[in-house]
């Protein structure tokens, strides 16, 4: 999960609603347990993400919910010390436009997901900008990223720039 404040077009960004909520829905139906976990310990919504076009019906409903399991393990989001790596299979970097902020400084989420790649039982992988933690994700086997030699997809710039992000 990324929360650093940060302005995006004059306004606060941080997690994107959907990006985290979508993924544990499905992780949940599935019966998997979910931890959502940040460097910090908290977290800042994304004002993009809590728009009428980007937050609809059912998600909206959930996010408002402060009792929904969304909400409320947002609302106590734990941080890289109150997770032990060995007991998850999946680490997942949402995103929002601050990732690109804070993602790159947060060491533990980074080491969770290091550690997760190289013991082999894990997948390791990002939604939207949460591509920015690769590259702090290292192989200690190698000393360099875990995306070092492979090909990855990312945003383009005109992408952003239609987009009056940049």
Not at 12 to 19: A, D, K, Q, V
Not at 71 to 99: E, M, T, Y
Not at 120 to 138: E, H, K, Q, R, S
Request: proline share 4%; hydrophobic share 40%; with cysteine.
């Amino acid at each position: 999960m990324t929360y650093i404040l940060a302005q995006t077009r004059g306004r606060e960004t941080g997690l994107f609603i959907t990006e985290a909520l979508h993924p544990l829905n499905v992780f949940r139906a599935a019966n998997f347990e979910v931890d959502l976990v940040f460097d910090t310990g908290s977290y800042q919504p994304n004002w993009l993400s809590q728009q009428p076009d980007w937050l609809k019906d059912e998600d909206k409903r959930i996010w408002e919910h402060h009792n929904s399991e969304f909400r409320s393990k947002l609302d106590n989001i734990l941080k890289p010390g109150d997770v032990n790596w060995q007991n998850n299979g999946i680490f997942i970097a949402s995103a929002g436009h601050a990732s690109l902020i804070d993602y790159p400084e947060a060491k533990g989420l980074q080491n969770i997901a290091a550690n997760m790649y190289i013991s082999g039982n894990g997948i390791v992988l990002a939604v939207c900008y949460g591509g920015a933690i690769f590259p702090g994700i290292v192989d200690s086997r190698t000393g360099k990223s875990i995306i070092s030699g492979k090909k990855v997809t990312a945003f383009t710039t005109q992408g952003e720039e239609e987009g009056g992000i940049i």
